[in-house]
């Protein structure tokens, strides 16, 4: 049995979205049934991924929420393998795929420099999970490249996946004179959109194309973390993951 834990809610948001096709490319190309476990609690982790290691060879979290409830779990299950999509954890029986979106996420930035010519430019997201945290450094390392000068406001508002937690951050940053927002975002994106409507304000979007789904995006950081997920399985099938 294996068996993809996914922290947030079903249909929400470009991460876990990504994450949901490249399983679903991996159980066609594998030909392997995987079972979806999905956990919006927070405080609930560690508890929702050790009873998905519960008679499961494998155990998929997706993203980096999971890195401390993997290391957390794992050495108690030493028969169940378990892999980590953005993650940087290792140990006896885990492993860990990454898509480096700090490259896009660094490009982004620059981009945002020379557009905003010399106004603020914002970055939110939500937990400050280390994938997070090397993406709004590579960010504000490409801000800091492409102009130097440019105020920079950056913030973690606590959830990915609250909108009107989102909206309440945007407004914010907007009222600070924020003229774009890096919006790092899943299920909370909808919010931040709202408000740099009513702003006037643009963001960058990230993992998948957002240009083509709404004009108040200017550009999008392109990573599609499916294809980590989608590598994942291997680990079920060979005597030692990848």
């Not at 004179?177 to 006037?200: E, H, I, S, V």
Request: proline residues 7%.
């Amino acid at each position: 049995m294996i068996r993809a834990v996914f922290f947030g809610r079903p249909n929400a948001g470009a991460f876990n979205a990504a994450g949901v096709a490249g399983l679903a490319r991996a159980s066609e190309a594998e030909g392997i049934a995987v079972e979806t476990v999905w956990c919006s609690d927070p405080a609930q982790r560690i508890a929702v991924l050790r009873t998905a290691a519960a008679g499961a060879s494998l155990v998929i979290a997706h993203g980096g929420q999971g890195e401390a409830p993997v290391a957390a779990v794992a050495p108690d299950f030493p028969t169940v393998r378990f892999a980590v999509t953005q993650g940087r954890i290792a140990g006896p029986n885990i492993a860990c795929f990454e898509v480096l979106q700090e490259h896009s996420a660094f490009l982004a930035g620059a981009l945002a420099g020379w557009w905003s010519e010399g106004r603020p430019v914002a970055h939110l997201s939500g937990e400050p999970v280390p994938p997070g945290l090397r993406g709004r450094a590579a960010f504000a390392a490409g801000l800091a490249q492409a102009a130097p000068a440019t105020r920079f406001l950056t913030g973690f508002c606590g959830n990915q996946h609250d909108p009107a937690l989102a909206q309440a951050w945007t407004e914010a940053q907007c009222a600070a004179g924020a003229a774009l927002q890096f919006a790092m975002l899943d299920g909370g994106r909808p919010g931040a959109m709202d408000a740099l409507r009513r702003r006037g304000a643009r963001a960058i979007g990230n993992v998948h194309d957002w240009t083509a789904e709404d004009p108040t995006f200017l550009a999008s950081a392109i990573a599609d973390n499916g294809w980590c997920i989608a590598a994942a399985p291997w680990c079920a099938r060979d005597r030692q993951c990848p």
